[in-house]
Structures are given as C-alpha cells and as structure tokens.
C-alpha cells in the first residue's frame, strides 16, 4: 500500500509540473491574440483618417490609424487589449471621435499589418515608438496626448506614462500584474515560478505623475474590480475612479452614457486642472 501511494504521488508530481511546463511554452498564444486581417478601414464608418507606417526602434515596422475630429487640440493614444486588431475597436473610436478627440491607435509588432511577433519588451517599443510618431512626426505637444489603454494596452500604457510627458493617463479593465492575473486563471499552479512576462501595472502606476483615470467594470468576469481598485488607490493625485457595468469586452458599451459623461467630465476637469498649474506658475 506504502509503495502505491508513493507511485500515485510520483505520477501526480510529475503531471503537475508536466502541465506547468506546457503552460509556460504556452504562454505566449494565452496572452497574445492577434489577428492578422484588416479588410475595413474607419473609412466604413464616414471617417477621415491617415493610414500611417512607422518603425520601432528594433526596426520593426507598425502599421496605425491617425483619426482626426474637427478643431480639436487633444490626440488619445490608444493602445488597444491582447486581441484582435485596431480594426476591432471601431466602437471606440467612434466614441472618442464623437468627444470631439483625434485619436491615434496602433497595432502592436504581430498584430494586423504590423511585423514581427508579440513581445512584452516589443509592446513597450511599439508604444514608445507610437508616441514619438505623435509628437517629432505630427508635432503634436505631449500637452495635448491623453494617453488610454484597455485591459493589456492599460498596462502598456502605463509602462509609458512613467517614461514621457502627456497630459492624463486612461486606464480601463486593466489588471496590477501579470503574475496576479495568471493567479486567477490558475490559482493551483505556482505562477510567479512560470511566469515568462510582466506587465507590473501596479508599479508602473507609482511612478505615474500626470492626472490618472481608472475606468472598470464591477461585472467584469475576466479582470476583477479589485484589480481596478486597487490600481486607483495606488495611484497618484489627482485621480479618478470610474465604475462602469457590463463584461470585460463589452463595458464601454453597455455602459453607454455613463462612459461618456466620464470621459466628458474628465476632459473638463483636465482644462481646469491645466488653467490652475499656468496659473500657480505665473505667481
């Protein structure tokens, strides 16, 4: 009976760590979905836009959209989630556009047109190279960039919020971490030990100094809320925390006029907030 229970045990062992070893080589096809395919245009939507070439820093060469609204100041660079491409997120757009917002999204190295293939390290080139498309390219002043990401683009987002000047950083469904993340999918396996990415939004949030929104969904079954919670209250001032409804993909737009009044309210209070510091500084 002794040697039996220790064969079960061996076999047990051995089939953990078999499934930790498969789930480490797998955990590139987990966290990145892109999609190559890029049949439509914001063209389809009545849009005028700019379909932009650019190159990250390693060379590699990203394709992007330059959507611009009438007279307006502000550009939001979005850096979309894991999946898809910048062609699925029409109804953002659409939203930002309606905001009266330029907006400048992107496809990350793999995804769409883009080259090359996924990397945490390459996000953050990727992004880096976005941003300095915005402003030596287009001139615009990092004054007038918002910087938003969703669900992953949060926390690619962040990473370059503590690296450049922009106005305002938007979060939105964004976790603290990738270890914390994986801990939720799979809370029997010893992550941090498997774990081959980063992504601490957590941090990079400390080190953020511009104004900060945080927008997230009570009902999101992918991101808990406390993740989102958790990134408000380790943020800097000022701040803001935004509770929406609806799934993980699908909160902005259940959510509806909620969303929006947010984001409206926030580009007020960013005027202000920008009126008082011009004004400080002149005393």
Request: contains cysteine; glycine residues 8%.
């Amino acid at each position: 009976m002794g040697s039996m229970l220790i064969s079960i045990a061996v076999v047990l062992f051995i089939a953990y760590w078999g499934l930790g070893v498969i789930l480490y080589f797998m955990q590139p096809k987990f966290l990145y979905s892109p999609v190559r395919e890029i049949p439509y245009t914001p063209g389809e939507l009545g849009l005028d836009f700019e379909s932009v070439a650019f190159k990250s820093t390693d060379g590699m060469q990203l394709s992007s959209w330059y959507i611009p609204a009438d007279n307006s100041q502000l550009t939001v660079l979005f850096c979309h989630g894991n999946g898809g491409n910048m062609m699925h997120r029409w109804d953002s757009i659409n939203i930002l556009y309606n905001l009266g917002l330029n907006c400048f999204i992107f496809d990350y190295r793999g995804y769409g047109s883009s080259e090359g293939e996924p990397s945490e390290e390459g996000t953050y080139l990727d992004v880096a190279a976005a941003y300095k498309w915005l402003t030596e390219k287009k001139r615009i002043s990092p004054d007038n960039i918002i910087l938003f990401g969703r669900s992953l683009g949060g926390s690619i987002a962040a990473q370059l919020a503590t690296k450049v000047k922009t106005k305002a950083l938007i979060i939105e469904s964004t976790f603290t971490s990738y270890v914390d993340i994986g801990k939720r999918f799979y809370p029997y396996m010893p992550v941090r030990w498997f774990a081959r990415f980063s992504y601490r939004t957590i941090d990079y949030i400390k080190q953020v100094n511009c104004p900060v929104m945080i927008i997230h969904s009570r009902n999101d079954e992918v991101v808990p809320f406390e993740f989102g919670l958790e990134l408000y209250e380790t943020a800097n001032e000022p701040k803001e925390f935004v509770e929406i409804f609806g799934s993980h993909n699908d909160g902005f737009l259940v959510s509806g006029e909620i969303y929006k009044q947010a984001w409206t309210k926030w580009l007020k209070f960013l005027e202000e907030y920008k009126t008082q510091a011009e004004q400080q500084q002149a005393s």
